[in-house]
């Protein structure tokens, strides 16, 4: 099992910065790719960045330029640092972690959510 737990969300004016971190525990694993995700009220969950252990990156077009995910592996965590804030970035943040169980189920988990609210 695994557990992925967010933090360093907030409230923060238009044109500031926040970081969120991430971290993975528990037994059993390997993490393969770790990545940010989030979901404004009333809209879809989208993509926002993803990261491999091999260092590949994936942004939304929304936040290139403006975001920078970042990981330790040996710690099983993500980072994500957020600049040049939007109220349009405004969402609840998801972690997520994709990999495999080391007896050969997938892994595919969650956090809980860490809310950001930009402000104008």
């Known amino acids: 099992q695994v557990q992925l737990v967010e933090s360093g969300g907030g409230l923060v004016q238009a044109g500031g910065s926040l970081t969120l971190s991430c971290a993975a525990s528990?037994?059993?694993?390997?993490?393969?790719?770790m990545g940010w995700y989030r979901q404004a009220p009333g809209k879809q969950r989208e993509l926002v960045a993803t990261?491999?252990?091999?260092?590949?990156?994936n942004y939304a077009d929304s936040v290139k330029g403006r975001f920078t995910i970042s990981r330790d592996n040996a710690k099983n965590t993500v980072y994500l640092q957020m600049n040049s804030l939007k109220p349009e970035d405004t969402a609840v943040y998801y972690c997520?972690?994709?990999?495999?169980?080391?007896?050969?189920?997938?892994?595919?988990?969650w956090g809980q959510g860490t809310l950001v609210t930009v402000s104008s």
């Open positions: 990261m491999t252990t091999l260092g590949n990156t």
């Open positions: 997520n972690a994709k990999g495999s169980k080391w007896y050969g189920d997938t892994l595919d988990a």
């Open positions: 528990g037994n059993n694993f390997r993490i393969n790719a």
